[in-house]
């Protein structure tokens, strides 16, 4: 899943160009070619499918040339994760009504790649042999308020752990209760399925979602398919492919991974994975001179020198328009800039 905007680590992530097609950690490698390499060592190439917004379809080519135009399903609104998904899985069972399938966002790191193969694999069996949905689910480290709960029940099958309730995003006493009882898991947003329990799922909000891989399986009349995609898709309910799965079904399992997972939402996020000087100020390649400042993140394109006294806690964050300096650690006040820039000053800032 590739065509969200980023809107959290504006104004680095663009509407134009957003996080995913950005090389966050300076590697050689963008998030989106990072998720893809991830997946070559799971499933065959061909079996990767790409799900973004229309106009990044030019950004995947680029960033994957490797990867066939069949496999990029584009689609012409940005109406969340679960409208994409069930766009995305006409392809996959017009290509086979029998697949089971990985979800992921393209905008996570994944620290331990031998035990994350090995235990997508043992997944992968899970959902195999059952008709049920596994959420990739990792122990929570902090009393973090940006992420979704996982709790688990008692309940157990082939060491998984059958879901009892979900929270998302709860305030923070919630979430420090929730990392005291054990009980909890971060949702990841990685989720495994069959391609059978998905499209029961689906069927209600999209009972034209097998007629329409049909058209795509008879590789007939596919300019017919896209103005019904075009015509239809604006229609469908916003929804993210996480609350669909995790508040309205019942036969969902938690798999407890440990093989390290970051979420790179927010520049919080970002602060939080990066080297730190020994006041905890992150500031990269930047040059700068920093007196009294603590716990700041300093994130400059051009070649300004950054000078800044006595700030403790903030981001200094800039692109070819705009130049942002708050708090860094309150994701919905961001969101809130972005907004009220974009009302203020227009597109031109995005």
Known sequence: MAGGIGSKLWPMSLSAKP???????????????????????????????????????PLVQQQL????????????????????????LMHIVARNPEANVICAPADQLIFDHEVFEKQMREGLDFIDE??????????????????????ASEDTRDGFFMLKSFTEK??????????????????????????KTMLGALRQDYPDIEKMAAIIAEGQDLDTFTAIVTEQYPRIRFQSIDML????????????????WADVGSWKNYYDLQQKDSDGNVAGDVRHLLYGCHDN??????????????????MVVENDKVLMVCRKNDPAFVRRIMNDAQMKFGDEVM
């Open 297 to 314: 993140l300093i994130n400059i394109s051009s070649d300004k020198v950054v000078i800044l006294q006595d700030l403790e806690g903030y």
């Open 170 to 195: 709860p305030n923070i006493d919630f979430a420090r209760l929730f990392c005291e009882s054990g009980e909890f898991y971060w949702n990841t947003g990685i989720f495994l399925w069959n391609v």
């Open 130 to 151: 059952t008709d049920n949905f596994l959420a990739i689910g990792i122990k929570p480290t902090r009393p973090a308020t940006s992420y979704g709960y996982l709790q």
């Open 245 to 260: 799965i995790l508040e309205h079904h019942t036969n969902v399992y938690i798999a407890p991974c440990n093989f390290g």
């Open 19 to 57: 996080k995913q097609f950005i090389d966050l950690f300076s590697i050689g490698r963008t998030m989106l070619q990072q998720t893809y390499d991830r997946y070559t060592h799971l499933v065959p190439k061909e079996n990767i499918f790409i799900s973004t917004y229309k106009d990044y379809v």
């Open 65 to 88: 040339p490797e990867v066939d135009p069949r496999q990029i399903v584009a689609e012409p609104l940005q109406l969340s994760t679960a409208p994409a998904t069930a766009l995305t």
